[in-house]
T-cell receptor, first 114, second 113 residues
Framework: GENVEQHPSTLSVQEGDSAVIKCTYS??????FPWYKQELGKRPQLIID?????GEKKDQRIAVTLNKTAKHFSLHITETQPEDSAVYFC?????????????FGKGTLLTVNP | DVKVTQSSRYLVKRTGEKVFLECVQD?????MFWYRQDPGLGLRLIYF???????EKGDIPEGYSVSREKKERFSLILESASTNQTSMYLC????????????FGAGTRLSVL
């Protein structure tokens, strides 16, 4: 089955700096890669996702890049703000058919210091 | 807005009790999931269901069972609760075959004493 490794497990940055979280996956057939944000005491929510037919996707201050050859993908947050502090999870799955379950990384606790 | 509702935010049960965790979604989603969340271990899939009365084991199914009698409702059952099942349990649902976005419930924090 799929295995997703996520690094780092904790990340502390100053407000305004950039933050990068990296994930690797094992199943070369995976083609859907979402990122979820979980604020303290809240439920995980999707913030951005990418499919394997694109290499990069941006949404305001967040971006995700995908390298299918190397089987890794990354989340980039620019101009970090205190409200970006949360646990971030990457995930991977095969999109379509009966393969709809996500395999999650173990999460990265991001702390943005004012 | 998709709504995934878990029946309890907090539960305290005793070792050996049979425990039911209920989850309801209101968006006619095909797929429903039960995860367990523990610090440093991320989200681990217990069971999922892709149709009424259908279920598949996830990565950590031991000690759990599930029931999906109606499309909107997915129940997680701890047949005989043990202290190592103390955890946060999250339910999620997704639309179907080509839409993998999962929507999560608020979670149930279960303590087994």
């Amino acid at each position: 089955g799929e295995n997703v490794e996520q690094h780092p497990s904790t990340l502390s940055v100053q407000e305004g700096d950039s933050a990068v979280i990296k994930c690797t996956y094992s199943d070369s057939a995976s083609n859907y890669f979402p990122w979820y944000k979980q604020e303290l005491g809240k439920r995980p929510q999707l913030i951005i996702d990418i499919r394997s037919n694109v290499g990069e996707k941006k949404d305001q201050r967040i971006a995700v890049t995908l390298n299918k050859t190397a089987k890794h993908f990354s989340l980039h947050i620019t101009e970090t703000q205190p409200e970006d502090s949360a646990v971030y999870f990457c995930a991977a799955s095969r999109d379509g058919g009966s393969n709809y379950k996500l395999t999650f990384g173990k999460g990265t606790l991001l702390t943005v210091n004012p | 807005d998709v709504k995934v509702t878990q029946s309890s935010r907090y539960l305290v049960k005793r070792t050996g009790e049979k425990v039911f965790l209920e989850c309801v979604q209101d968006m006619d989603h095909e797929n429903m999931f039960w995860y367990r969340q523990d610090p440093g271990l991320g989200l681990r899939l217990i069971y999922f269901s892709y149709d009424v009365k259908m279920k598949e084991k996830g990565d950590i199914p031991e000690g759990y069972s599930v029931s999906r009698e109606k499309k909107e409702r997915f129940s997680l059952i701890l047949e005989s609760a043990s202290t190592n099942q103390t955890s946060m349990y999250l339910c999620a649902s997704s639309l179907g075959v080509t839409k993998n976005i999962q929507y999560f419930g608020a979670g149930t924090r279960l303590s087994v004493l």
